[in-house]
């Protein structure tokens, strides 16, 4: 059975104390999580030592980092490597966030360097896409996706696809409050899985998880993660809130 997965992304959100008082919270209230339900925390860089201590102790809660650089090492003044993250103990970073793509031009070509990146380094990748509103409004938004995805990952092996999840996140929903509607979600996600099992099989496809991003809140979140094909959320502004959070995670291990 495919995994579920609720992560979070702080953004450039939150200082330290900030950041420890909200995992404090978070630990509380967390509700009992296993190998198929899973949640990530991923923080600015310079919180991650302090969060991979603090996530020890809490079963199947995984640090997450947001970006790393595309090369291994050297002279990249203010960069981050994978190597650096995995020999930090974290599991999960994120590739391609949209912020990423438009404000600091990252593009396809280098967004499949830093997955090889991640995936060199024995951590897994959270693989976003998703469309602008113009590419909506005209009906793109499929060709759009797909292009991203063959872009970015489909040089991949089978072996190596497996440590991917996907994010759907279409920019027009992310901080916005506009929300994809659980349809319309449902029929990008079943879109995606379909590509993905044309490039690596059914069966490949059938355990990739699939997340959904873009104003993902309490109120929507058990409706979007009822959907066959969504497989839990990638969540911003929602995941700086203890409750909201633990509302988010609750609805993906009831879904
Ligand atoms: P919001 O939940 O704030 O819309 O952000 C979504 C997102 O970009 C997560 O990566």
Redesign the pocket.
Known sequence: MRKKIVAA?WKMNLNLIEGADLINEIYKGLPELNESNEVVIAPPFLHIPQTVTQLANMEYVFPGAQNCHHEAAGAYTGEVSASMLNNAEVKYV?IG???RRQYFGEDDAMLAKKTNQVLANNMQVIF?CGEPLEVREQGGQNDYVEAQLKAGLFHLSEAHIKNVVI?Y?PIW????GLTASSAQAQTMHQHIRAVVAEQYGAAVAAEITILY????KPGNAAELFSCEDVDGG?????ALNADDFLAIVSAMINS
């Open positions: 992304n994120i966030h949209s912020e976003c994010a996140e929903a992310i901080g916005t991003g873009g104003s993902c990638l969540i911003g502004g929602a």
